[in-house]
């Protein structure tokens, strides 16, 4: 039977809370029947009008600065894109059916952002708690409640404050060990006898862990072949890293002996099963055959490796893909796939913080990697890496941790 859509505009005006909805104007694009009985204002009288506008300052309190807390608490949301919460606000609030008379009123605000595709505050959700008859059964009243419940409010925000600030620092103690277990556990770059590999790890910039993104090349057995891999474990810190170590040395291991990639993804896939942590992981094998000019590969739920041909075609190896490593209860054969390359041709494996960004399709970050390894496809490995990374990833950095591969077959 199939679940019955949501009415959210049905949900929207139920709500027993005060909401509005402001554009970055300011200006009310909507209000529901709790706003409309809190403010005392019918619905026609609020929208398309300037929030401050509506509601002036408080005439009958002298210290009043409430417009001047909201406009800020708004300016901050439009500025930086995230929810604000404000201390608590005394409202005298006129009353509509006799002009000049004036309700005490407390209320509680918070403002939060809707965005839009392209990351830019579409809307903010100004949510108001009313909190009156709290402040009257306390047996406060006046100006003295207002600052007592605000002093309240703020010794609770200090002491939050001091809490996260510790936890932090814990955090970022364990990003520093996970850190070094990660690059302690991922090897160096190598050179291939003639043939020339790039390796790059970069960690979030402004996450408190470090991810589970890992990488290995590996020397096959058999003819002049090499393996490269990459993978993501889901998940932060120290745990993350652990579980990246036990896959990358059991893919490694596997790749040795396996007849080609999809063997050693499903002998991996067998072996995530029984590893705490390793649910959702994903992982994209290659093996390079540089006698016959091959690369064959198999891919469990990890973004396409890149093929780019000396001549700028890009290739996507995408016509091996299947679901994560422990995806399935039962684990059966996973697919594989060949492809065939003159020399000088370039082989990237990458990790999703590379292209995925939020807010957008993948497909775009996609087309911006192909774009980036065509314009620079004379470059070699290691500044190819290098010119990759600066084009891609965000200026501030990524909110992912990104692995990248660089192979000159």
């Not at 891999?229 to 579980?243: F, I, P, Q, T």
């Not at 995408?318 to 390359?341: C, H, I, K």
């Not at 999703?352 to 939020?358: C, H, K, S």
């Amino acid at each position: 039977m199939a679940q019955a859509s949501i009415d959210y505009e049905a949900v929207y005006r139920a709500l027993p809370g005060m909401v509005a909805l402001l554009t970055p104007d300011l200006v009310f694009a909507d209000v529901n029947e709790a706003y409309v009985r809190g403010t005392g204002r019918p619905r026609a009288s609020l929208l398309g009008r300037h929030v401050f506008d509506v509601f002036p300052e408080s005439v009958n309190v002298r210290e009043a600065k409430n417009s001047h807390h909201l406009r800020a608490s708004l300016l901050r949301v439009l500025a930086t894109g995230e929810r604000d919460a404000m201390a608590l606000q005394r409202y005298d609030v006129e009353t509509p059916e006799h002009s000049g008379q004036w309700q005490e009123h407390y209320w509680s605000p918070v403002n939060s952002p809707v965005l839009a595709p392209d990351g830019r505050v579409r809307l903010i959700v100004h949510r108001i708690e009313e909190v009156t008859e709290f402040v009257r059964a306390r047996g406060l009243g006046g100006d003295t409640a207002g600052r007592l419940l605000e002093a309240e409010l703020y010794t609770r925000a200090r002491e939050l404050q001091e809490l996260n600030n510790r936890l932090r620092e814990a955090h970022a103690r364990e990003r520093e060990v996970a850190l070094v277990l990660q690059k302690a556990m991922l090897p160096a770059r190598r050179q291939m006898g003639h043939h020339r590999a790039a390796v790059r790890y970069r960690p979030a910039v402004g996450a408190l862990n470090v991810c589970g993104d890992w990488y290995d090349l590996v020397d096959l057995v058999g003819g002049h072949r090499i393996g490269v891999s990459v993978g993501d474990v889901v998940g932060h810190g120290l745990e993350a890293a652990g579980v990246m170590g036990q896959l990358r040395s059991a893919l490694s291991a596997a790749s040795r002996v396996a007849d080609g990639p999809a063997q050693a993804l499903d002998v991996l896939g067998r072996y995530a099963h029984v590893v705490d942590g390793a649910e959702s992981a994903t992982a994209v094998t290659t093996f390079i055959d540089f006698d016959r000019h091959v690369v064959t590969y198999s891919s469990a739920g990890h973004p396409p490796p890149v093929l780019l041909h000396q001549d700028g075609r890009v290739e996507f190896l995408d016509r091996a893909t299947d679901p994560p490593l422990d995806a399935r209860p039962d684990p059966r054969p996973r697919p594989q796939a060949s492809t065939a390359f003159v020399p000088g041709a370039t082989l990237v494996l990458y990790t999703d913080g590379l292209i995925e960004r939020r807010h957008e399709d993948i497909d775009t970050g996609l087309r911006r990697l192909a774009d980036a390894l065509c314009r620079h496809r004379t470059l070699d490995p290691e500044p190819l890496a290098d010119t990759v990374l600066r084009e891609l990833l965000p200026p501030g950095g990524a909110t992912d941790d990104t692995a990248l591969v660089v192979v000159r077959p």
